[in-house]
């Protein structure tokens, strides 16, 4: 499957537009950006969630720089055959960092079918 990036960014905007004004008010120091490929030398990831998830942050949290969730274009469009399946992948995979941002674990979002 093949996408512009600038596509891509768009399925990525519109995913995120589609998480409830409740949950984005909870949301804090989240950067959310899309690169190319997943880090070299592990698994090929549709997407990563690099931070400190909100329910582990205590009085102590501070003075940090933003949590990071990534979304890969290029993964994604691998596995994927139409734009159907993309816009799907898309909105799967931002769930599924963003639950992790609430400390959501692997285990519990495929019980969720979030997987």
């Keep these: 499957m093949e996408m512009d990036r600038e596509r891509f960014e768009e399925l990525v905007a519109d995913a995120l537009d589609e998480i409830p004004d409740k949950l984005w008010r909870m949301m804090r120091n ?9 880090p070299p030398g ?11 998830a909100l329910t582990n942050r205590g009085w102590d949290y501070g003075g940090v720089l933003p949590d990071k969730i990534t979304i890969f274009r290029n993964p994604i469009l691998r596995i994927c055959e139409t734009d159907e399946d993309v816009v799907e992948e898309v909105a799967v995979t931002v769930v599924h960092e ?13 019980e969720l079918g979030w997987g």
């Design 30 to 38: 989240v950067a959310i950006v899309v690169e190319d490929e997943s």
């Design 42 to 52: 592990g698994p090929e990831l549709l997407g990563l969630y690099e931070g400190v």
């Design 98 to 110: 963003i639950a992790h941002h609430f400390g959501i674990d692997d285990e519990h979002l495929h």
